[in-house]
């Protein structure tokens, strides 16, 4: 019940830009108190900043939260999301992960999956899908960015150029049909660039607080990915709105509901 209150508390941050304690109290039935102590939560987590009476958004277009607080937030829908997205890796595949909390989820999912071949820009990544014996794992050079750990630059775009992948998994901080995927960072959009550049279908994994919003850098339009997979608590508007501009959505049901359904008939997608 707090992990869904706090959710719910960021989405309208995202959305307005500042929340009303009394008012989230009245909505969520509970005490000024325990609202302010949410609040207070959320921003030792670095997700907002607590003014008199409430909170406001202490995020930007060209600022992007911590990767610690944002390994926090979402994760129910972040494990939906990439438990939807292994189904789409066949054994043998080969693949190219972008950084991100969400991606890496989606690494601990292929676990299971025999003689992949991974390119990566996210030593989180790397990590996790090195621990299965039978992928071969290849990082990319670059600088290596604190927090996310993460490379970009020439070395990680030049890197690129030499290979040529069945699929690439990428995030983004920002997806919109005016604007397309976005992100926070010059040099990681470049390198997202170039992933899809190498890749022959294109998968966007990213939790429904993405969507009807953009940020600095556009890395591509809706055109070049293939499927995106999002979470169960997306607007349904806006997959509405991205099916009508020929985007194909997956939304993801939680863990338990997929694990008990049957399984998916991918051609049907």
Known sequence: MVHERLDKIMKQIHTDGMVNAGKLAKQFQVSVETIRRDLETLENQGALKRVYGGAISNVSKGVERQYTSRELLRTAEKQAIALRAADLIKDGDTIVMDLGTTTLEVAKCLASKQYLTCLTNSLPVGMQMVKNDSCRVFMLGGQLRKGDYSTSGFMADGGLENFRVDK?????????????????HVEEAKVRRKMIEISEQVILVADSSKFGT??????????????????????????????????????AMPVDEQRLAAPYDLADE
Do not use: H, M
């Open 168 to 184: 690439a998994i990428i995030g983004a901080s920002g997806i919109s049909i005016k604007n397309g995927v976005t992100d926070y």
């Open 214 to 251: 953009s940020t600095f850098v556009q890395i591509c339009e809706l055109d070049s990915i293939d499927q995106i997979i999002t979470d169960w608590r997306i607007d349904p508007k806006i997959v509405q709105d991205l099916q009508a501009s020929q985007t194909q959505v997956i939304v």
